[in-house]
């Protein structure tokens, strides 16, 4: 997600480090310490302006949320939401989230969602796609055994490379949704690009995979 720069976004997030730490390698392997509890831990990568991993933090105070976001203004933005009305288990890094591994111990992850990553539809830049094998073998080693990724998108072709190299890695796919508004699936939380481009009419493709145990 590209936005404008907005004045200010970085002393913004400097400012509020109870919602968005300064050093978050120092919480690698105790972030259960900084939410001051033992829930699940989900992490969003690529958080965009935050309205899903705030939606899901909100519907879901049984669980730890986190979202990762790399533009300074777009996590500003995010921030907004948690600075007009705070949620105790959702917290905002401003990092890289090719770097997961600098931040999250092994195993210390539940969840990952990937929504409506870029697609990087040229084929030199396949390795930059986030169900790219290098990236998945990032996402196994911080998740716990048997641990799952869900991802969203409107892009039919990221989705297909998406599904094979799931399955290639040895992922097992949970469910697949080739049209998820026009299916039963409840209690949908909408990312901003979703409402975007449901609203025009384009289908919505969604996958739930998971890795096998660990040996």
């Known amino acids: 997600m590209r936005v404008r720069h907005r ?6 997030v400097a400012n509020a480090p109870e919602f968005v730490p300064a050093n978050p390698t120092e919480w690698k392997g105790r972030w259960h310490e900084r939410f001051g509890n033992d829930q699940p831990i989900q992490i969003e990568i690529g958080t ?5 991993i705030y939606g899901m933090a909100k519907a879901h105070p049984e669980i730890n949320y986190i ?3 790399m533009q300074v203004s777009v996590v500003s933005i995010a921030l907004d939401k948690l600075l007009a009305e705070p949620l105790p ?3 905002l890094l ?8 600098d931040y999250f111990a092994e195993g210390e992850v539940d969840q990952i969602y990937l929504n409506f990553s870029d697609p990087w539809p040229k084929k030199r830049h396949e390795k930059r796609r986030l169900t790219f094998k290098t990236f998945l073998a990032v996402d196994q080693e911080i998740l716990k055994s048997g641990g799952s990724i869900h991802f969203k998108t409107d892009n039919q072709g990221l ?3 998406s599904l094979a190299s799931f399955s290639q890695f040895g992922m ?3 469910q697949v949704w080739l049209d998820l508004h026009q ?5 949908n939380i909408m990312t901003e690009y979703e409402e975007k481009f449901s609203s025009r009419g384009q289908r919505i493709y969604r996958v739930e995979a998971h890795f096998p145990e660990k040996n």
Do not use: C, P, R, W
């Not at 004045?7 to 913004?12: C, F, H, I, K, P």
């Not at 401003?94 to 591994?101: E, Q, R």
């Not at 299916?183 to 209690?187: G, I, L, P, Q, W």
């Open 159 to 161: 989705f297909e490379y």
């Open 172 to 174: 097992i796919l949970d």
């Open 7 to 12: 004045t200010g976004a970085t002393e913004m």
């Open 67 to 69: 979202g990762i976001e």
């Open 94 to 101: 401003h990092v890289d989230g090719s770097a997961l591994t």
């Open 183 to 187: 299916s039963d699936f409840a209690d």
């Open 48 to 52: 965009g302006k935050g309205q899903f």
């Open 89 to 91: 288990n959702l917290q």
